[in-house]
């Protein structure tokens, strides 16, 4: 059996970067470092105070430890694992680059009065169980052992679940949102004709290499000399999936 050390060692690098940094921001917060209000977003401390900090410390308070806490943290170590090993396996840039977009996509959303949240920690986690819900649609998904369904619709369950135990609606809402977005403009779109406009920026993939962070995505003669029936199949190869062009 793999110590807890070996279970650390073995996360993606940005799962685990953002797991970890969570986990830190909530101790820290407990130790009486600091109060949630300094690192909270306000818009108002951010334009009138200079208080730019403020659009990047909320993203990793998960609130303090608890059972919710928990939650949240298991969220990512699954959802956000799975994705980073499944469809981003050896794209480290693209899912970096995904949560990049998710946070600036939640900042902008909780600019609006009514969706506004001061900590977007949570509606990131969301947005990586939504991008995962799509990715995985007919995974079957049991919550706590009383209801069994397709993961497709797990975003919406927690959702509920969440107002049911009396948890804010807008968080879970705005992850949701958030990660349609991603999806429609990488996926969706694409498949349908349109054009990616949310491609990878080169400096995400600079960076990303340079700091040598993951994996990275192999040439496409690599990958047909790894599997050269893949250049005289009927299909297109797309986020790492095959889609069929005919019967």
């Not at 953002?18 to 986990?23: K, R």
């Not at 300094?38 to 998960?62: C, D, K, M, P, S």
């Not at 497709?152 to 009396?166: C, K, S, T």
């Not at 400096?203 to 599997?227: D, E, F, H, T, Y």
């Amino acid at each position: 059996m793999s110590s807890p050390a070996d279970f650390y060692h073995s996360l993606p690098p940005i799962t685990k970067a953002y797991g970890t940094v969570c986990v830190l921001a909530t101790a820290a917060y407990h130790l009486g470092l600091y109060k949630p209000i300094h690192i909270a977003l306000l818009y108002e401390q951010v334009f009138y105070g200079f208080q730019v900090w403020r659009l990047f410390t909320n993203l990793f308070f998960l609130g303090p430890f608890s059972i919710n806490f928990g939650i949240r943290l298991l969220m990512i170590l699954r959802y956000g694992v799975q994705l980073e090993k499944g469809p981003f396996d050896r794209r480290t840039s693209d899912f970096l680059w995904m949560m990049i977009f998710g946070s600036f996509a939640l900042l902008v959303l909780s600019a609006i009065p009514f969706l506004w949240s001061p900590f977007l920690g949570v509606p990131l986690v969301f947005m990586l169980l939504y991008v995962w819900s799509r990715e995985f649609p007919n995974a079957q998904i049991n919550i706590y052992g009383l209801v069994a369904l397709k993961a497709f619709y797990l975003p919406w369950a927690m959702l509920a679940l969440d107002v049911i135990f009396g948890s804010p609606l807008i968080p879970d809402l705005l992850g949701i949102i958030a990660g349609h977005l991603y999806y429609f403009l990488t996926v969706l779109h694409p498949l349908a004709g349109g054009k990616n406009i949310l491609k990878t920026p080169m400096w995400v993939r600079k960076l990303v290499g340079r700091w040598r962070i993951g994996m990275q995505p192999i040439s496409r003669s690599q990958a047909a000399a790894s599997n050269p029936q893949q250049e005289s199949g009927s299909g297109v190869a797309f986020r790492g999936r095959s889609y069929r062009l005919g019967g």
